[in-house]
């Protein structure tokens, strides 16, 4: 988990853990992701079931 931290925000879970600006980032960025997510599902509906 500590290397898909650092992969993926630059960043090891220690400072997530310690630090709420780093959390906040974490968690806006998670939440992006989804939203974009859901997007994609909805224009595949849409694509695949007029």
């Given at each position: 988990?500590?290397?898909?931290?650092?992969?993926?925000?630059?960043?090891?879970?220690?400072?997530?853990?310690?630090?709420?600006?780093?959390?906040?980032?974490?968690?806006?960025?998670?939440?992006?992701?989804?939203?974009?997510?859901?997007?994609?599902?909805?224009e595949?509906?849409?694509?695949?079931?007029?």
């Amino acid at each position: 988990m500590e290397k898909a931290m650092y992969q993926a925000y630059g960043f090891g879970y220690e400072e997530y853990s310690r630090k709420l600006s780093k959390r906040l980032e974490v968690e806006q960025h998670r939440d992006a992701e989804y939203k974009k997510s859901l997007e994609i599902v909805a224009e595949l509906n849409r694509k695949f079931h007029p």
